[in-house]
């Protein structure tokens, strides 16, 4: 079984910077979208970032010119870089990827990102 490991998470300044990173534990076949989810207390889980097999990225109105999604195919790794953090960015990150004509999905367990103001 697949498992995917956040990390990078932890407590910065508004304005700051961080970057975070998810590994998976082995690789994965047949990716269709990698993706980067957070979920604030008593919110909705929402969708942050994601990038295609072919490399296309979207992103989240809320982050668009300040956060940047990345991945290294040969260290199985997803990235997502984070700059000019607020403190709305605040939240539970988490990173999934959907495999296999999107019939596969796995979640990691989630990393904390809290910003301070």
């Known amino acids: 079984q697949v498992q995917l490991v956040e990390s990078g998470g932890g407590l910065v300044q508004a304005g700051g910077s961080l970057r975070l990173s998810c590994a998976a534990s082995k690789t994965i076949f047949s990716i269709n979208s990698m993706d980067w989810y957070r979920q604030a207390p008593g919110k909705q889980r929402e969708m942050v970032a994601l990038i295609t097999s072919g490399g296309t990225t979207n992103y989240a109105d809320s982050v668009k010119g300040r956060f940047t999604i990345s991945r290294d195919s040969a260290k199985n790794t997803l990235y997502l870089q984070m700059n000019s953090l607020k403190s709305e960015d605040t939240a539970v990150y988490y990173c999934?990827?959907?495999?296999?004509?999107?019939?596969?999905?796995?979640w990691g367990q989630g990393t904390q990102v809290t910003v301070s103001s």
């Open positions: 999934r990827v959907l495999a296999m004509g999107w019939t596969k999905e796995y």
